[in-house]
């Protein structure tokens, strides 16, 4: 079993999936991770983000681990973890990028298919792409200042600056942000993220929340 939480930057797809996930007893998939430590990796050794060839071989020669836990996913590679990292704003600004890579693209699809269900996946996405075959589709959304105003907490830019990058990744992101035609839109805007939260679990159909 399989349920899918896309939607736009900062919408609170993370912090919901997990929610969702602890509700249910599951984990929870974050597909933006590994963008982003592919983002991370490239950026330590000093490679072109677009090149796509040299981002691949790094990545294989550097293969990561993601421990996909309800209460949060953490990456390693090696003996090293780099999930506090994964969230810098150096990070953002080079993420899409490295995510309208084609070949990048396919390296994060085929880990994510490789997990063993059932698990919540969160990204863009998970309902139309990757899992389109999954038993429950949500798609989070919220103005760009809402967003940046909630981002604003764990980051240091204030929030117009974090609003301009969010629209900007926005942009960037389109081609594989339209949510899937079966998911549920829910604006997150006017609601508390527990209310998000109950508001996914309320829509769950039986099979789905009985596992
Ligand atoms: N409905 C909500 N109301 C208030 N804050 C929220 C809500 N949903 C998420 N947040 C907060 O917004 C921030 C971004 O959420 P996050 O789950 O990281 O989003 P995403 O995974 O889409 O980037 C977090 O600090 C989170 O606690
Ligand atoms: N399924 C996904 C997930 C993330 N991404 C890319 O990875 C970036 C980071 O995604 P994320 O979900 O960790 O971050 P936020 O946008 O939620 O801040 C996005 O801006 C996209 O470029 C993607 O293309 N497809």
Do not use: C
Not at 38 to 62: C, K
Not at 87 to 97: N, Q, Y
Not at 146 to 169: C, F, G, Q, S, W
């Amino acid at each position: 079993m399989i349920v899918t939480i896309d939607g736009v930057a900062a919408s609170g797809k993370s912090s919901v999936a997990s929610g969702v996930a602890r509700a249910l007893g599951i984990p929870y998939v974050s597909s933006g991770l590994l963008y982003r430590t592919a983002t991370l990796l490239g950026l330590e050794a000093g490679l072109e983000l677009n090149d796509a060839t040299a981002l691949l071989a790094h990545l294989r020669a550097n293969p990561l681990r993601l421990e996909p836990r309800a209460k949060g996913n953490r990456v390693w590679v090696g003996e090293r973890e780099l999930t506090a990292e994964l969230h810098s704003s150096r990070v953002d600004a080079g993420v899409s990028r490295v995510a309208a890579l084609p070949e990048v693209r396919a390296w994060v699809d085929a880990q994510l298919r490789a997990l063993p269900e059932p698990f919540v996946a969160e990204g863009r996405d998970m309902g139309t792409n990757v899992f389109p075959h999954a038993g429950a589709k949500f798609y989070l959304t919220a103005s760009p200042r809402v967003r940046a105003e909630r981002r604003a907490k764990e980051r240091p830019e204030d929030v117009p600056a974090i609003e301009a990058a969010l629209t900007e990744r926005d942009r960037l992101d389109t081609v594989q942000s339209a949510p899937a035609p079966d998911a549920r839109v829910i604006d997150t805007g006017p609601l508390t993220l527990d209310e998000v939260i109950g508001a996914v679990l309320s829509e769950l159909p039986e099979h789905v929340s009985r596992g």
